[in-house]
Nanobody, 123 residues
Framework: QEKLVESGGGLVQPGGSLRLSCAAS????????VGWFRQVPGKEREFVGG????????KTADSVKGRFTISRDNAENTVYLQMNSLKPEDTAIYYC????????????????WGQGTQVTVSS
């Protein structure tokens, strides 16, 4: 069974940092681009950023550009989302997703999804 599992979420103060991990099992993640999305109640799932299969190219949303960085370690079958200078508006459930296409920005394009991890930014 192909699965993705997010981890690393939690409660952090504004200005703090978190690193989220997305670990794959049951398939080889380096065959896939990986996207990060976030969602809050009452709103659509929002594209945060993504990374190509080799890690040579990334995309980030304007709302997180300069603060969030995506990387991957294909030997570990894992993709990371480093979040710095966190703001209260970053509070959401964060999901990772994998697809054979090139860093799609819409959720419908992705084949596999993790269960999500909660990030709460509050003082």
């Amino acid at each position: 069974q192909e699965k993705l599992v997010e981890s690393g979420g939690g409660l952090v103060q504004p200005g703090g940092s978190l690193r989220l991990s997305c670990a794959a099992s049951g398939f080889i993640l380096d065959d896939y681009s990986v996207g990060w999305f976030r969602q809050v109640p009452g709103k659509e799932r929002e594209f945060v950023g993504g990374i190509s299969w080799s890690g040579d190219r990334t995309k980030t949303a304007d709302s997180v550009k300069g603060r969030f960085t995506i990387s991957r370690d294909n030997a570990e079958n894992t993709v990371y989302l480093q979040m710095n200078s966190l703001k209260p508006e970053d509070t959401a459930i964060y999901y990772c997703a994998a697809d054979r296409s090139y860093i799609a920005t819409t959720p419908v394009e992705y084949d596999y999804w993790g269960q999500g991890t909660q990030v709460t930014v509050s003082s």
